[in-house]
């Protein structure tokens, strides 16, 4: 029988992905129901988006949302019985969504984690991906690459990577799900290895906005080399992560557009640029409305993770980009941090 389709979350990314996620269903009748169910939290824009079609607050006016988008705020009603389930909500928000889910859905449910988030457990880093199929009891996969929500929900085109543990046969579902005339996924068996590029490239963000600014050179050698720590801390800590997972969209695509244009090396260039006069609160405050990015948390989960281990002194830009975020260090650690290292 067609499954039934729940999205959770309507965010920026989670809403562009529900529109991305309606299409697919449509085209595909003979795998998925029609009609895909989405979980909001608020009762006016459940309201919003199935009278207008729109959600002005984050897909601008312009954006119109598919017909068979219903949305809701019951939880309960949305989940019960889904084959697929798409969670697109803040990875600090999942730890209440768990006990909602167990035992909820359809035997042999997938879930397609959008979350980019570190859980730190017993001071190990545990895959946000892992954590959710050991929480759940369900076959979990995550998708992560460059995807601006902006530019896909003017449907330029995008692509992404699903990562899904070797043994989940059933993940070419969620790859149809995903595919549009405008967004293309491609499916690797490699959950963890893109769970942790979707996670670390957000610190290397801190570290390019906080050591480059605008400026073409450096910020190119802090990609670079960030994309060497990723590939170096997978390799010490995560040895089961394949190597070319980083040629994928999620790797090298995802870190190169969210070190250029991502909100939180917008947010790290500023905090560079106040000279330790205004904080990271206060600066997201006025930069994103409040929004907590998942960048500042994964960094100081890192740090805490390395720091740990005696292993911060083999990581220097990923150290470098913590001292000043945390420390009260000087933002020329980072371009330090490139000057001194050995090559």
Known sequence: MPARVAVIGGGSFGSVMARVIADGAAASPERFESTVH??????????????RR???????????????????????AVLAGAGVVVLGVPHQFLDELYPKMRGRLAPG?????????????EGRIVPLSERIGQQTGYATSIL??????????????AEATIGHAADNCGAEVLQALC?????????????????????????????????????????????????????ALCAEFFPSVNPTTFGEACGIGDLMLTCSVGRGQK??????????????????????????????????????????RGALGRYPLLAAAHRVAFEGASPSQVVAALKNRRF
């Open 38 to 51: 989405w979980w909001v939290r608020r009762e006016e824009l459940a309201v919003e988006i199935n009278e």
């Open 54 to 76: 729109t959600n002005e607050a984050y897909l601008g006016a312009g954006c119109a949302l598919p017909n068979n988008l219903c949305a809701s705020t019951d939880l309960d």
């Open 109 to 121: 449910a997938q879930i397609l984690s959008l979350c980019k988030g570190l859980h730190v457990e």
């Open 144 to 157: 992560a690459g460059p995807n601006l929500y902006t530019e896909m929900a003017l449907d330029l085109f």
């Open 179 to 231: 595919t549009t005339e405008s967004f293309r996924v491609e499916l690797v068996d490699d959950m963890i290895g893109v769970d942790l590029c979707a996670a670390m490239k957000n610190c290397v963000a801190i570290a390019s906005g906080l050591g480059a600014a605008t400026m073409g050179n450096t910020r190119a050698a802090i990609i670079r080399h960030g994309g060497k720590e990723i590939a």
């Open 267 to 308: 947010l790290a260039a500023a905090f560079a640029a106040a000279g330790g006069q205004r904080g990271w609160e206060d600066l997201s405050r006025e930069m994103l409305g409040g929004m907590q990015l998942p960048d500042l948390h994964n960094l100081k989960a890192v740090g805490a993770f390395l720091g740990a």
